[in-house]
């Protein structure tokens, strides 16, 4: 059976899973968009053979409505995934799960209330063939036990609207979840530097780059640069340094050139294309789980978790301070599938 799924918010990212939903994942297709600007959501409804429904609770509530896509502006994804397991519908809900940490918790709270997961949130870097094999490294256990971790999350450029809290609640959200996961293990302590050497490609609202902290429950030391306009590209790099060897991520490319003496490889240009596979393997488990009444991608403690940091990360900016992380206990709802 084609699983009929409905997606709230028709922006860039809503498009892009749209495509992946009808072309490259096996089992479900979009049958009904829901978005704020009507004039456009009818256009592209009828652009892709689906039904504009201008209410997005409507679209929630539908009974020819299987799984809902929430790819809305990001103060909206609380609300509608509230309304998703109000109605028992399951729910993709791009990250940030919710703005702040309370609602992260106001949608754990629901679901623990219904007794099952409904909730998947899109941190689709679990997902990558990268992180999957240095997982799959450090789980074997060879190279002993990590100790430090250095990364960078550089994009090309960012627009005017993009400023300084961004770099932590659009940007570093991906390390700190993909991170947790990988490490196994929860943050303690967050500390942002704000350099005072900046790049003069950046405007008035926007910091950039900074240096990032965080530290584990172990004591895992991380240290994250974000850096929004690198100019040469979208470069995400992460080198855990073990006991006994270092293992890192390359950018995934499927050619080089060699020419007048120089050897060059491509730099994807963002995270479209850097994560697309990441993104397609996301969906399709989201697909398979609905089929199968389990869904096992990340939870909506994940999110919660990735809120709690983000928070602490953002306090640690503001102040200047270093910062320790506080969190809720886990409820066991999600135990069994914890970082699996
Ligand atoms: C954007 O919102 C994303 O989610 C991208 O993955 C990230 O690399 C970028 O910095 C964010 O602005």
């Not at 689906?50 to 809305?72: H, M, Q």
């Not at 780059?209 to 640069?225: A, H, K, N, R």
């Amino acid at each position: 059976m084609e699983l009929r799924i409905g997606v709230i918010g028709i922006g860039a990212m809503g498009r892009d899973h749209v495509d992946r939903i009808n072309n490259r994942v096996n089992g479900a297709s979009v049958t009904a968009i829901s978005d704020i600007n009507r004039e456009e959501g009818l256009k592209y409804g009828a652009e892709i053979g689906a039904e504009f429904i201008s209410n997005a609770e409507d679209l929630i509530a539908s009974d020819e409505i299987d799984g809902v896509v929430i790819t809305s502006w990001d103060p909206t994804h609380e609300e509608y995934v509230l309304e998703a397991i109000k109605n028992n519908k399951y729910v993709f809900c791009e990250k940030p799960l919710s703005v702040d940490s309370a609602g992260c918790m106001n949608i754990v709270n629901a679901e623990v209330e219904k007794g099952e997961r409904l909730v998947q949130v899109g941190f689709m870097r679990r997902f990558d063939r990268g992180y999957e094999d240095i997982k799959k490294e450090l789980d074997k256990g060879q190279l002993g036990e990590p100790l430090l971790l250095h990364c960078t999350h550089r994009n090309a450029e960012v627009d005017s609207k993009y400023d300084t809290p961004m770099a932590v609640e659009n940007t570093a959200v991906h390390e700190v979840d993909a991170l947790r996961w990988l490490l196994q293990e929860d943050f303690v302590q967050a500390e942002v530097i704000l350099p005072k050497k900046q790049t003069t490609n950046t405007h008035a609202n926007l910091h950039d780059p900074q240096f990032m902290l965080l530290q584990t429950e172990s004591g895992v030391c991380i240290d994250l640069e974000v850096f929004v306009n690198c100019k040469f590209g979208y470069d995400i790099n992460c080198k855990v340094v073990c006991e006994n060897g270092e293992i890192g991520l390359t950018n995934p490319t499927y050619y080089s050139i060699k020419t007048e003496n120089k050897d060059y490889k491509r730099v994807p240009s963002d995270w479209k294309e850097r994560f697309i596979e990441a993104y397609d393997k996301e969906f399709q488990l989201w697909v398979d789980g609905i089929k199968q009444e389990s869904i096992t991608g990340p939870s909506a403690w994940d999110g919660y978790m990735a809120s709690v940091t983000t928070t602490a990360l953002s306090l640690a900016r503001d102040t200047g301070e270093k910062t320790t992380i506080n969190f809720e206990e886990m409820p066991s709802l999600y135990k069994q599938e914890q970082f699996v």
